[in-house]
Nanobody
């Protein structure tokens, strides 16, 4: 069973930076590099929203408009880890951030981490 463990969240002032990490383990049928890796977030009282993705193999990246130019997703396939570098943080970035691993289009190989809290406040 694939397990995802996020870390790196915390309290930061507006304009500050944080780097989230998601360590993945338990791959049996498909390797980490075969999975598309994404970050999502969920603010209090709101739906979970997609933030950024890194595709499998070639590692192409995509971002939500709200974070483009401020956040950067990267992955280290040797370490089975995906990162989210967050710069110029705003209070509206406050949320629980979740790591997601997806292989294919269905839910057979769709895994979530437990989340890490990011709070942007002065």
């Amino acid at each position: 069973q694939v397990q995802l463990v996020e870390s790196g969240g915390g309290l930061v002032q507006p304009g500050g930076s944080l780097r989230l990490s998601c360590a993945a383990s338990g791959f049996t049928r498909f390797t980490f590099s075969s999975y598309g890796m994404s970050w999502y977030r969920q603010a209090p009282g709101k739906e979970r929203e997609w933030v950024a993705s890194s595709t499998s193999r070639n590692g192409f990246t995509n971002y939500a408009a709200s974070v483009k130019g401020r956040f950067a997703i990267s992955r280290d396939n040797d370490k089975n880890t995906v990162y989210l570098q967050m710069n110029s943080l705003k209070p509206e970035d406050t949320a629980v951030y979740y790591c997601n691993a997806l292989y294919g289009l269905g839910d057979d190989y769709n895994y979530w981490g437990q989340g890490t809290q990011v709070t942007v406040s002065s």
